[in-house]
């Protein structure tokens, strides 16, 4: 098992950046394919970006494809995403996940708690 907890989140103006960051705990990091995903007010849960175990795969959602970059440390036990050219749709709750096997954008096992991006215009 993995526990996962985000942080970096906060209030930040159109166009501007952040980098939101995810410690594992447990000693198996290194298996697990790694996620974010957001939900914004009123919409369902969407998948962000996710990287390899390796950190040599990495899959993006079109809308974010360009201006986030997701990242891991295996040593640290940490996955980040660096957000830049942040966008007023940006403005979601941000979820760290994990999950065996696949790079890709379902079928995750765990969660963190989220952390909050509000992107103002």
């Known amino acids: 098992q993995v526990q996962l907890v985000e942080s970096g989140g906060g209030l930040v103006q159109a166009g501007g950046s952040l980098r939101l960051s995810c410690a594992a705990s447990?000693?198996?990091?290194?298996?697990?394919?790694m996620g974010w995903f957001r939900q914004a007010p009123g919409k369902e849960r969407e998948f962000v970006a996710a990287i390899s175990w390796s950190g040599g795969t990495t899959y993006y959602a079109d809308s974010v494809k360009g201006r986030f970059t997701i990242s891991r440390d295996n040593a640290k036990k940490t996955v980040y995403m660096q957000m830049n050219s942040l966008k007023p749709d940006d403005t979601a709750v941000y979820y760290c996940?994990?999950?065996?096997?696949?790079?890709?954008?379902?079928?995750?096992?765990?969660w963190g708690q989220g952390t909050q991006v509000t992107v103002s215009s």
């Open positions: 447990g000693r198996t990091f290194r298996r697990y394919a």
């Open positions: 996940a994990a999950r065996e096997g696949s790079t890709t954008n379902e079928g995750y096992d765990y």
